[in-house]
């Protein structure tokens, strides 16, 4: 495979549960990227990893929680979810994100819906 | 807070027409610029970008832009489109230094139609 891959492509989640997004990169990026994509609304930046390390959380909720266990993989690992949170959430990668200029490389993102 | 403006939401242009997609950004030194494009269910791939140099930038599909400092603006044009543009477009906007880690902000998105 190539890129950014994201799974699952579709998931549909009740408030209660307990599901995990993945996203992987192929790119050998030392950054990665999750956004949340609602219906009229701009994307929304959640969280930015650059070497493992988380470097950004614009105020994302606690049910909510990042993890990147190595430079190519990314999780969001979620619970207890509101309708609300129910949007397209994109994964991205870039080579480097230490405020120098970089394109993003987009996934193709995972389409959740919260009952 | 550093921000971007797409004036037009909706836009609809007749195939073979040439297009215009307007992009403003807030006041700052030495912006990065971005177009992006979505197609329905599709993650958002790059169309083209703007670093430093020619302030006219080619990309992929035919498509260019043009940074214009003295506006704040990077607009998108196609002198001729064809069917298969019809997406979202996204402008975005990425500053160097500081603690921006690469932060990109993007535009609202402007939805195109081509009629045939």
């Known amino acids: 495979e190539t890129g950014v891959t994201q799974t699952p492509r579709h998931l549909v989640m009740g408030m209660t549960n307990k599901k995990s997004l993945k996203c992987e990169q192929h790119l050998g990026h030392n950054a990665m990227y999750w956004y949340k994509q609602s219906a009229k609304k701009p994307l929304e930046l959640m969280f930015v990893y650059n070497f493992k390390e988380q470097t950004e959380n614009n105020s994302v909720p606690s049910r909510f929680s990042p993890e990147c266990p190595n430079s190519s993989h990314l999780f969001l690992h979620l619970h207890t979810l509101q309708p609300e949170d129910s949007a397209l959430y994109l994964c991205?990668?870039?080579?480097?994100?230490?405020?120098?200029?970089?394109?993003?490389?987009f996934g193709p993102g995972t389409r959740l819906t919260v009952t | 807070a550093q921000s971007v403006t797409q004036p037009d939401i909706h836009i609809t242009v007749s195939e073979g027409a040439s297009l215009e997609l307007r992009c403003n950004y807030s006041y700052g030194a030495t912006p990065y610029l971005f177009w992006y494009v979505q197609s329905p269910g599709q993650g958002l791939q790059l169309l083209l970008k703007?670093?430093?140099?020619?302030?006219l930038v080619q990309g992929i599909k035919g498509f260019e832009a043009e940074f214009k400092r003295s506006q704040s603006s990077f607009n998108l044009r196609k002198p001729s489109v064809h069917w298969s543009d019809a997406a979202e477009y996204f402008c975005?906007?990425?500053?160097?230094?500081?603690?921006?880690?690469?932060?990109?902000?993007f535009g609202q998105g402007t939805i195109l139609t081509v009629h045939p």
């Open positions: 975005a906007v990425q500053y160097a230094g500081g603690t921006s880690y690469g932060k990109l902000t």
């Open positions: 703007y670093f430093s140099g020619d302030t």
């Open positions: 991205a990668s870039s080579p480097t994100g230490r405020g120098g200029p970089g394109e993003q490389y």
